[in-house]
């Protein structure tokens, strides 16, 4: 049962250029999350999925995008990387209303020169 | 908004003592939840303790426990006989209870164990 899987661990981009975030569970939850870490700032969500097929945006959605096509993926995507997005990001999941519990994956911590 | 508030960005405590980190929130629902999240260098995100806003026992997890002031919208976590390994970040997190999807995270206090 390996929970919440992301990858890559570690990412360098250069401004200007896109790459895509995995995030993979294997608990068949219903909701999942991505948040973004910053120094003093906490854990600040982006964008989450109540269910396959919906997605909303959280606090800080600017610059991503993502979709949930499965019920065990829910990808982020950075269409043109930016310095303000070097960050560590979180993939969470949770089983649902009314459930309280995430399990977080072990983050991406990604760097953007 | 939910909000939640971490007033020590940074504390200390000597090895075998106790420390008090302290979270205030803003909410105006009655039903929801309280978390306190360590996280270590490695960078994992560890559920410490939680606590239901409709019970008023205070949650206790070996030498974590918390002390929740509902009516002061308060909720600090006292950490008792310290261990180096308790060295990390904490943050207080809130979750409303009836179908939000959000967990609302604070900005994190930094704690150090000296030996």
């Known amino acids: 049962n390996a929970g919440v899987t992301q990858t890559p661990k570690f990412q360098v981009l250069k401004t200007g250029q896109s790459m895509t975030l995995q995030c993979a569970q294997d608990?068949?939850?219903?909701?999942m999350s991505w948040y973004r870490q910053d120094p003093g700032m906490g854990l600040r969500l982006i964008h989450y999925s109540v269910g396959a097929g919906i997605t909303d945006q959280g606090e800080v959605p600017n610059g991503y995008n993502v979709s949930r096509s499965t019920t065990e993926d829910f990808p982020l995507r950075l269409l043109s990387a930016a310095p303000s997005q070097t960050s560590v990001y979180f993939c969470?999941?949770?089983?649902?209303?009314?459930?309280?519990?995430?399990?977080f994956g072990s983050g991406t911590r990604l760097t953007v020169v | 908004a939910q909000t939640v508030t971490q007033s020590q960005p940074e504390m200390s405590v000597q090895e075998a003592e106790t420390v008090t980190l302290s979270c205030t929130y803003d909410?105006?629902?009655?039903?929801?939840?309280l978390f306190w999240y360590k996280q270590p260098p490695s960078r994992q995100m560890i559920l410490v303790i939680r606590q239901e806003a409709y019970k008023q026992q205070n949650a206790t997890e070996n030498r974590f426990s918390v002390n929740f002031q509902k009516a002061a919208k308060s909720f600090s976590l006292k950490i008792s006989d310290s261990q180096l390994g308790d060295a990390a970040m904490y943050f207080c997190a809130y979750i409303s209870q009836g179908g939000s999807e959000k967990l609302v995270f604070g900005k994190g206090t930094k704690l150090t164990v000296n030996p």
């Open positions: 909410t105006s629902e009655s039903d929801y939840y």
């Open positions: 969470a999941s949770s089983r649902g209303s009314y459930t309280v519990f995430y399990t």
């Open positions: 608990m068949n939850h219903e909701y």
